[in-house]
């Protein structure tokens, strides 16, 4: 038995390393960034970006994918320090 797909889904990315006393937001459609250093916000951003590119190429939604899915997608796709 296929499992309902939920109406939304949302992404959200947290970033804790902030002390320069900027208020870093990107907001996508499915996704809200917030907070880090200027460096984390940016590897958030590109991580979230490529993430959702491979689903889109999967021709999978936010809602659709499973969560280990998504979990390898994410560490996949953000860019090594």
Do not use: C
């Not at 996508?28 to 951003?45: A, D, I, K, N, Y």
């Amino acid at each position: 038995m296929k499992k309902p797909t939920p109406d939304h889904a949302h992404l959200l990315g947290l970033g804790l390393d902030n002390q320069d006393g900027h208020k870093r937001v990107t907001n996508g459609e499915q996704f809200t960034l917030v907070g880090g250093s200027q460096e984390t916000h940016e590897r958030m951003t590109e991580t979230v970006v490529k993430t959702f590119e491979d689903l889109k190429h999967r021709g999978k939604d936010l809602r659709e994918v499973e969560p280990k899915e998504l979990g390898d997608l994410i560490r996949k796709n953000t860019p090594a320090e």
